[in-house]
């Protein structure tokens, strides 16, 4: 099993970013999938879940903000956040795991990261 993010970058507060999990070795219909994130000197943070069945929950820090979604074809799951706030930088990780789950214990898969900035 291989995670691969991408889409991370530096931009200005109030603007977008979408971040992408390119998945290998298994199908990422059959997991659930998450976005966490960790900045210097924090914990890692549950962000944004998607279930096997396409159910999804977010941290209230960025409902309304922060959308998870899910290709089937493409095997990939992606981040799309939107009015971005200095306060979400940080490192991005993409996770698999069988539980849906803002609590990485429960994951048991994980990419690099991707780094977001925002100023």
């Known amino acids: 099993v291989q995670l691969v993010e991408s889409g991370g970058g530096s931009v200005e507060a109030g603007r977008s970013l979408r971040l992408s999990c390119s998945a290998s070795?298994?199908?990422?219909?059959?997991?659930?999938m998450a976005w966490f994130r960790q900045a210097p000197g924090k914990e890692r943070e549950g962000v944004a879940s998607i279930g096997s069945v396409g159910t999804t929950k977010y941290a209230d820090s960025v409902k309304g903000r922060f959308t998870i979604s899910r290709i089937d074809s493409e095997n990939t799951v992606h981040l799309q956040m939107n009015s971005l706030i200095p306060e979400d930088t940080a490192m991005y990780y993409c996770a698999a795991g069988r539980t849906w789950s803002l609590r990485p214990q429960w994951y048991d898969y994980w990419g690099q990261g991707t780094q977001v900035t925002v100023s």
């Open positions: 070795g298994y199908t990422v219909s059959s997991y659930c």
